[in-house]
């Protein structure tokens, strides 16, 4: 049953699964119409049935590998050509290459900067301009507490990608101060998702104390209602204990945070 009739419609992207999915389901709470675009067209096409059969709303599919370098392009070109607005913009795909900056092949670390960098600038880039001149838009870039700690080693571009991605959404957020839209980098910490199956550690994160551990629906809900706030800060870090760490990170002794970051990077980073 629909709950709000917002008229508005959301393109996710990484909506097959985990935090892309679950943006997709409150959204669709909210009123929202869907584009949904990821890899597995099965998976987005079940979550579109899901959702318009459940709330009544307009959903699209659009399968695209943002690997790509051409896909944002294709996917405005697409929205265009079936004259669809976008008015909220989630850029979520992303993932975690294993091993040090040297193990994998190079064009490994190339995909993945598409993915997590390129396409997510591009998508900003193509669609803000319609946000601006209608006075409306919300984007929320999905980046990580990686961004806001010492960086580990290995997963060596993770932590790195997160980083711009924060700063990214800083600047872009002043930019449009004064445009009616508002921007966002969500920084959320470890998340109960299939992301530590992707990258192979999920065992290592099993014994993870629970109290570090976030439900994707309350991520996105806290997500959600800070863009909301009149006054929303740019960057959002759901979770008490994770915004402590925040705090922390500012005042702890350099020396002491790399020293802490070096003996505890093995719980959550596969080297190999």
């Not at 679950?22 to 890899?39: I, P, S």
């Not at 909301?228 to 402590?244: A, E, F, M, N, W």
Request: with cysteine; aromatic share 8%; charged share 20%.
């Amino acid at each position: 049953m629909q709950t709000n009739s917002s008229n508005k419609t959301a393109l996710i992207t990484g909506a097959s699964a985990g935090l892309g999915a679950e943006f997709a389901r409150q959204l669709a709470v909210q009123g929202n119409n869907l584009v949904l675009t990821a890899r597995r067209t099965d998976r987005l096409e079940a979550l579109a049935a899901e959702l318009t059969a459940t709330f009544g709303i307009k959903t699209y599919v659009y399968t695209a590998d943002l690997a790509d370098p051409r896909s944002p392009q294709q996917l405005f070109n697409k929205l265009a050509a079936d004259g669809v607005d976008i008015d909220i913009l989630i850029n979520n795909a992303g993932y975690g290459v294993t091993g040090t900056l040297t193990v994998p092949d190079w064009k490994t670390h190339a995909d993945f900067l598409n993915v997590m960098v390129n396409s997510l600038v591009e998508l900003c880039y193509l669609l803000l301009p319609a946000m601006q001149q209608r006075g409306f838009g919300k984007i929320i870039n999905v980046a990580s507490m990686a961004a806001l700690v010492p960086a580990a080693a290995g997963h060596t571009l993770y932590a790195a990608s997160k980083a711009f991605v924060v700063r990214f959404s800083e600047s872009l957020a002043m930019e449009n101060l004064n445009t009616g839209v508002k921007v966002q980098a969500l920084c959320p910490g470890f998340t109960y998702t299939e992301f530590h199956d992707v990258t192979g550690t999920r065992e290592q994160m099993s014994d993870m104390s629970e109290k570090m551990w976030l439900k994707a629906e309350d991520v996105i809900s806290y997500s959600l209602a800070q863009i909301d706030q009149k006054d929303s800060l740019p960057v959002s870090i759901p979770g008490r204990q994770y915004r402590t760490i925040e705090r922390l990170m500012r005042w702890l002794p350099k020396k002491i945070a790399y020293k802490n970051m070096r003996k505890r990077a093995k719980d959550f980073r596969q080297l190999d």
